[in-house]
């Protein structure tokens, strides 16, 4: 079959990622290394130029490709999220990379690809273009950990990540062969009606489901799959770590949560339970363990297990059978929302501590914050809202995100859930705070005290304009957001 | 419904208030820093002026809310920017636009280091206490309510004394935690009370019995650790301790106000049968608090932490009269709060004055303070002697209001929490003797010098409304009556329409008693 012109279309955002990025490589050996910034600022046009043609799909659904592909406005709000995502991610490292002396431009190439790969993620109505945006996004990913290759500890990360994400994505593979087999298709419509039919108690289909939750799973982190989280996050280089952290694990959610819904929304027993245990281990196990952590980045990597833990609820509450309509009971939206928000907490907390590394700190110890307050107030004050909102303190966008999801949760009935979660939400204050603490009410030894040239660049001044922007502007007026969620999700059959 | 919300007249005073602090924040940003503290002490006093008008225009008559602004904020769910003010919440705003400039006059010389951002967290714990005690809409409210924590926080932590870190965590995970439950609390009412989170809609619904025992628990939580009830008042003394002499004012004076402020609005009117099942219970924790409260200061030899438990002793009266649940009691438990907010912080500020001379807190170190500082000894015992309750000061007309209320629900009690009366006098008589008139420590003696001016002015008007509520209460009441009564009956009617149905015995010996008190009878200033 050959792709007609409306297939093409539908997948344009896709081409133009996939075609700058090959650009990108090409253009990289003949630029200059004192003119690499320009690459960057190709992909950031790039992305905008995708912008543009995406935010049109937000209120259509077209199936390409004979249905292979589906372009709704579910699709649509995650890929302008990653669109943000990416955007902010590559601004920050045109001052990092420098700093770390990082000069491969196939940097900014991967970012691209990577980036492709979750939109494929996003819009795959079959399993196996979700299977092949995972792997284009991971293998990409895979490379990235490791572009710090003089040091060992970012290729350890590389490696580590390398072995259990392909380890994962075996059992991933598996999972989806056994459905072919029962289904034999791999359509997610075609392998709902089988599962409908098989029934929740049927062996193959509980597998199945199994292996497609360990899959994911360790995407996006869930306890007891988080194993390689901290090392790898902490091994990487900080931008892309970020990235990681926000871009990698939106999309797995999103292509978790319409596995889930559109291919085993007729068993939702089934799944729902093992997902419940899975929320409230990572939530438990996140937070607890985020506490002794002395290195920043790890603890943001166990923190971002922890708001892993929190978004699950929302897929638990989209699972709950009481509740019927996944849609209306706010699971699936609110888990929306909670991603997005993160995102911006995210993104500005590791911007500080790639800011910091500017200053010929480390910037990844715990003491490298002491007393920043005294030395730079503004990079203290940004990283202590950013705390907060991590903290999930009102009024920033941190609070509406816990919010949207517990009420979500009360609504399906599951108040003890909500109950669950904020008592850890509130432990999680305590490590949270350790960090205002640093900064705010410790006195900077006297070598610190001379590191006063934590200077913000242009282009970093931005990402944290846009993430202190989003934290604050989504906490106090959070409707616009919520609004296009819960309309991203009627597309939801 | 109908009566409830009378709209301002078109000004947004509520809103007003709320902002300017915010502005002031800015202003503090711009300016110079030396100037932080000039530009704190005009915006906080431009919001003091600012909420005259609430005093003035202030509709006594009705029970509805005043000053009612009502805007659309979030459509899914419906989550308003409501704000309104009643006879319970009035007097609490004002009482913190009142304090709020004399915490910024306390700290002017006592804080050194980081002043602009010293004034910016007090700028925005006024922002944050007003919405508290303004906001219509339970989100809303939520969302003030937590703001709060992070400017104290930092209060405490940054400006504290020296186990400052320790006590700020304590702090913020304590009243945090108490929060966790509150927030799904208000998520439940929602869905129950009707898919509303206005605060007035969701008095006026009704609940089942087992849904409300578990609501007013939750509840309890949150407010039990801000007022704090014992035994959950561990935080507080270390709290107070560390904190700067102005933070130390804010929390007695304002923020232990939101538990019981808690209590009156939300427990009280949304959950009327749960309260009345677990009244005992709460009048319970409340002379527990009043008489170990008590104890515990008789013990101390630093003056902060002695204060800090006199306030668990005095704050046990203010839960004792809310749970007592008649006129006398809400009536006497508000003007407690306002009482306490009053006498609490100028006794914080006098040790704030002194520990500046002397860098102590300790009592011993503070001897014989009459000889040397005659006029601030004055201040320090009129304050002393209100917060004992003498007859003449504002703190005897609520406590005894507490005790004519608590006595009708059980003489036991009342007789049990005049000793927590008879205790004050005993733990700040022995204070004052040695704190007054003890012999000086050699060393201290050559720092101790009387009152400047701007700190005689800070006395001043605490001074004069210590003694105008004391000898003059009725306008401070006539406030309270309509709303009070209001409460009031709803319980009343409440209970009628149990009685209906079969009631244990006891329920019914004390529901005639309520309808009988809802119509006052004793009659005090009036």
Not at chain 2, 354 to 377: C, F, V, W
Request: glycine content about 8%; hydrophobic content about 55%.
């Amino acid at each position: 079959m050959t792709p007609s012109l409306v297939d093409l279309g539908a997948i344009l955002p896709e081409l133009l990622i996939v075609g700058a990025a090959c650009l990108l490589l090409v253009l990289d050996p003949i630029t200059p290394s004192s003119k690499k910034d320009l690459l960057a600022w190709m992909s950031l046009g790039a992305l905008a130029l995708c912008f543009m043609v995406t935010i049109g799909d937000l209120n259509h659904r077209v199936l390409a490709f004979s249905d292979l592909v589906i372009i709704d406005p579910y699709a649509a709000f995650w890929k302008l999220l990653l669109y943000v995502i990416s955007g902010m991610t590559i601004l920050f490292s045109m001052t990092y990379l420098k700093e770390e002396r990082i000069e491969l431009a196939e940097y900014y190439g991967f970012i691209l690809l990577s980036l492709a790969g979750m939109m494929i993620m996003v819009s795959g109505a079959d399993l196996l273009t979700i299977y092949l945006g995972i792997e284009l996004m991971s293998i990409s990913l895979y490379i990235m950990a490791g572009f710090k290759r003089f040091e060992a500890k970012s290729i350890e990360s590389s490696a580590k990540y390398f072995i259990l994400g392909s380890f994962s994505s075996g059992i991933l593979l598996y999972g989806i062969s056994l459905l072919y087999g029962i289904s034999g298709s791999t359509k997610l419509t075609d392998i709902a009606q089988a599962v409908t039919s098989r029934g929740f108690d049927d062996p193959m289909v509980l597998f199945a489901t199994m292996f497609l939750i360990v899959g994911f799973g360790f995407k996006v982190s869930a306890v007891p799959f988080h194993m390689w989280t901290p090392d790898v996050y902490q091994g990487a280089p900080t931008s892309v770590t970020a990235f990681m952290a926000v871009a990698s694990k939106a999309a797995s959610f999103a292509a978790f949560l319409r596995v889930l819904l559109e291919g085993f929304g007729g068993v939702k027993p089934s799944w729902q339970g093992l997902i419940l245990v899975l929320c409230i281990a990572t939530i438990a196990l996140g937070n607890i363990v985020a506490i002794v952590q002395t290195n920043v980045k790890r603890m943001l990597a166990y923190s971002s297990i922890a708001h892993a833990g929190y978004a699950l609820i929302g897929i638990v509450v989209a699972g709950s059978v009481a509740n019927g309509d996944p849609i209306a009971s706010g699971g699936v939206s609110s888990l929306m929302l909670y991603l997005a928000i993160y995102s911006f907490m995210t993104l500005g907390a590791f911007a500080i501590v790639g800011i910091l590394r500017r200053g010929g700190l480390e910037g990844e110890e715990l003491d490298d914050f002491t007393g920043l307050s005294k030395r730079h107030k503004g990079a203290a004050f940004l990283m202590m809202i950013f705390m907060v909102a991590l903290a999930g303190i009102p009024p920033t966008a941190g609070f509406m995100g816990k919010f949207y999801l517990f009420m979500a949760a009360v609504n399906a009935g599951m108040a003890w859930l909500a109950i669950i979660a904020l008592i850890f939400a509130a432990i999680s204050a305590f490590y949270y705070l350790r960090v205002v603490m640093v900064m705010y009410m410790r006195e900077p030894s006297a070598a610190q005290e001379n590191e006063t040239r934590l200077a913000f660049t242009p282009t970093t001044s931005v990402v944290l304009a846009c993430a202190i922007a989003g934290v604050i502007i989504l906490g106090v007026f959070p409707g616009p957001l919520v609004s296009v969620t819960t309309s991203a999700v009627m597309s939801f059959p | 419904m109908t009566d409830m919300a009378i709209p301002s007249g078109g000004f947004p005073w509520l809103t007003l208030l709320i902002v300017l602090p915010i502005v002031g924040v800015g202003a503090i940003l711009l300016a110079k820093e030396g100037a932080a503290r000039q530009v704190a002490l005009g915006f906080s006093s431009l919001v003091f002026v600012a909420s005259l008008p609430l005093w003035v225009f202030f509709d006594n008559a009705t029970a509805g809310m005043q000053f009612v602004e009502r805007h659309h904020w979030i459509n899914s769910p419906p989550i308003n920017y409501a704000l309104g003010i009643d006879g319970i919440s009035m007097p609490l705003v004002l009482l913190t636009t009142f304090l709020t400039p004399l915490c910024i006059l306390v700290s002017w010389t006592a804080i050194e280091t980081r002043v602009k951002e010293f004034m910016i967290s007090l700028l925005v714990m006024e922002t944050a206490t007003i919405g508290v005690f303004c906001s219509l809409d339970f989100v809303l409210f939520y969302v003030f309510w937590e703001t709060m924590l992070i400017p104290m926080y930092l209060l405490i932590g940054i400006w504290g004394g020296p186990n400052r870190v320790y006590a700020a965590i304590k702090f913020f995970l304590y009243t945090l935690a108490g929060s966790v439950l509150l927030l799904v609390a208000i998520l439940v009412l929602f869905f129950q009370g009707g898919n509303t989170f206005d605060i007035l809609a969701l008095s006026q619904a009704e609940y089942a019995p087992s849904l409300q025992a578990l609501l007013f628990w939750a509840l309890f939580a949150a407010f039990a650790v801000k007022v704090p009830m014992f035994p959950f008042h561990t935080w507080l003394p270390d709290a107070h301790v560390e904190a700067p002499t102005a933070g130390s004012i804010i929390l007695a004076s304002v923020l232990l106000k939101m538990g019981t402020y808690g209590f009156l609005r939300f427990s009280l009117p949304m959950l009327p049968d749960a309260t009345e099942l677990f009244t005992p219970a709460m009048m319970t924790l409340s002379v527990i608090a009043i008489i170990y409260g008590a104890y515990m200061a008789l013990a101390q030899s630093d003056l902060k932490k002695l204060i800090a438990y006199s306030s668990v002793s005095h704050m046990g009266f203010v839960t004792l009269g809310i749970f007592a649940f008649n006129a006398q009691g809400i009536e006497g438990a508000i003007m407690q709060m306002v009482n306490h907010g009053i006498t609490t912080g100028a006794l914080f500020m006098c040790v704030g004055i002194i520990y500046e001379r002397t860098h102590s807190r300790q009592i011993d170190d503070n001897a014989g303070l009459a000889m040397p500082m005659p006029k601030y000894a004055t201040f320090f015992v009129i304050f002393a002697l209100s917060s004992v309750g003498l007859p003449g000061m504002n703190s005897f007309v609520g406590e005894f209001l507490v005790l004519i209320g608590t006595f009708v629900w059980s003489k036991l009690a009342a007789t049990l929490a005049s000793l927590g009366i008879i205790l004050a006098a005993a733990y700040i008589l022995y204070m004052l003797q040695r704190v007054i008139y003890g012999t000086p420590s050699e060393k201290m003696v050559t720092k101790l010098v009387d009152l400047n001016v701007r700190e005689f002015g800070m006395m001043v008007p605490l001074v004069i409304l210590i003694f105008w509520i004391g000898l003059y209460p009725k306008p401070l009441l006539d406030v309270m009556h309509a709303s009070v009564d209001r409460l009031v009956q709803r319980q009343a009617q409440v209970m009628t329409v149990d009685q209906v149905g079969p009631i244990p015995q006891d329920l019914t010996l004390i529901s005639p008693q309520r309808s009988v008190l809802s119509t006052p009878v004793v009659s005090m200033n009036r």
